[in-house]
Every structure is written in structure tokens, then in C-alpha cells.
């Protein structure tokens, strides 16, 4: 029983911020790579950060610079600091992990974002 359960999406305002969180179980956590993927209606799932087993993040040029990806093994915990926030950033946010050994990649079943005024 392996899960990625999202958390902390809503409606904000623009220029405001919110902090997503991914929960997993069922899998050793801190060897798998992690990420954050968005998708808006008809746009494709785009990566918005991503952060290595090795703890190495990487961002998408739209978000970098007012997004933070960070990891806390000890609590199965994947984290998305976002600031700032644009309308376009609205979008269903999933929770993405992949096994450094297996290459098994599973997903979340999302959070939903919504930044308007």
C-alpha cells in the first residue's frame, strides 16, 4: 500500500503564498527522488521543482526564485514553499516519487491550487 497524499492547496490571492505538502508511505522515502508537478486545464503536466534523493532541488525557470522544494526524511514529508503567487500559477499539483533503485514512479492524487482575487 503505497500512497502520496497531497495537502495544503486552497485559494489564495495573488502576491500571497502557500506552503504544499506531500505525505508518503509505503515507500523508503529517502531513497526516492521527489517532485512537484502542476497541470492546468488543458495544458500539459509540467514539472514545477524537483529534489534528488541526494537532496539536489531543481525549478522550473517560471517559479524559480520565489519557490522552495525541501525534504524531511525523518517525517516521509515532501514540501513546496510557494510565494508570490501569480494567477498562473493556478493548477492541480501532484506529489511525484521515483525509487533510485527501482525506477518505479508513482504519483499523488493532487491538491488543487487557486490564485485569483
Known amino acids: 500500500q503505497v500512497h502520496l497524499v497531497e495537502s495544503g492547496g486552497g485559494l489564495v490571492q495573488p502576491g500571497g503564498s502557500l506552503r504544499l505538502s506531500c505525505a508518503a508511505s509505503?515507500?523508503?522515502?529517502?531513497?526516492?527522488?521527489m517532485g512537484w508537478y502542476r497541470q492546468a486545464p488543458g495544458k500539459e503536466r509540467e514539472l514545477v521543482a524537483s529534489?534528488?534523493?541526494?537532496?539536489?532541488?531543481s525549478y522550473a525557470g517560471s517559479v524559480k526564485g520565489r519557490s522552495g522544494i525541501s525534504r524531511d526524511n525523518a517525517k516521509n514529508t515532501l514540501y513546496l514553499q510557494m510565494n508570490n503567487l501569480k494567477p498562473e500559477d493556478t493548477g492541480v499539483y501532484y506529489c511525484?516519487?521515483?525509487?533510485?533503485?527501482?525506477?518505479?514512479?508513482?504519483w499523488g492524487q493532487g491538491t488543487q491550487v487557486t490564485v485569483s482575487s
Open positions: 511525484n516519487a521515483r525509487g533510485v533503485w527501482d525506477n518505479i514512479i508513482r
Open positions: 509505503g515507500i523508503i522515502f529517502s531513497m526516492n527522488d
Open positions: 529534489m534528488t534523493a541526494g537532496g539536489t532541488p
